[in-house]
């Protein structure tokens, strides 16, 4: 998993492999394997391509630990779609404005498929493209959730600490208000 990460981590779209051609060595820190394999993977799923590491590496630590261990089979079998599902739901965002490629954040995958999601709601396009958004990063946090293995004790921790992290920012931004305004 942190090989495939670095590999994406360090892509740079110049980088000599399937799709570019240059006498140039490559950037990529894993040189020039890492270059060929990150950017077809780039081009396909953009920024959610970093999922597959990220769930490789996940159950590494699951497997480490002893953790969810008996649901790796049964879990694992929907890291693609999260990962599908996730292109999709990226490809609904804007690119930055150094973003160079010619397809958004989802990769070309994302981008085709969230046009053809988009176009399919019987919905006027602007609210089209904020209910397709909004269902698919719902659906993407379900499917990346389940395709990690957590469960429902581990829903609840997770839960837990969102909750905490919010209530403690907006009494940290609460108490910064009232000191300034005194």
Known sequence: GAVLGTMLATYNPADPSLFTATDAPPTNAMGLLGASIADPLHRALGWAGYGIPAALIVWGIRLI??????RILSRLVLTPIAVAVGAVFAAGHIPFDN????YGLGGMFGDNLYLSVVLSTPLPPSLAFLVSTLFLGILWVLLSAASLGVNAREAGHISWFLMYGVVTTFQGITGLIGATVS
């Open 65 to 70: 630990l002893h953790r969810g261990q008996e």
């Open 99 to 102: 973003w160079v490629h010619g």
